[in-house]
Nanobody, 115 residues
């Protein structure tokens, strides 16, 4: 069993920055993928960034270099640094752990970009 807990987020002005954190605990195995998603409709979440246990990263094309995903292996923590935020980045952001073919979700954290 894996538990995932996000933190960070809040109200940010356009052009501002925020860092989200995600702590994973439990049996992560030898290979896993940690991802950040955001809710775009009631039934659909878009993956915005991912990092695997080797440190390989992938990003959604539209992020345009504004977001950076990183991890602290010792703390089992993954970060999403979001810069130059736009109103359309407003969403609930979820952390996800893919371990041994199973997906584990956090509770989500709200990011609101508004003046």
């Amino acid at each position: 069993q894996v538990q995932v807990v996000e933190s960070g987020g809040g109200l940010v002005p356009p052009g501002g920055s925020v860092r989200l954190s995600c702590v994973a605990s439990g049996n992560m195995g030898s290979f896993f993928v940690m991802s950040w998603y955001r809710q775009v409709t009631e039934t659909h979440r878009d993956r915005v960034a991912a990092i695997d246990s080797r440190g390989m990263t992938t990003y959604k094309d539209s992020i345009e270099g504004r977001f950076t995903i990183s991890r602290d292996s010792a703390e089992n923590t993954v970060y999403l640094q979001m810069n130059n935020l736009k109103p359309e980045d407003t969403a609930i952001y979820y952390c996800n752990a893919l371990v041994d073919g199973l997906y584990y979700w956090g509770q989500g954290t709200q990011v609101t970009v508004s003046s």
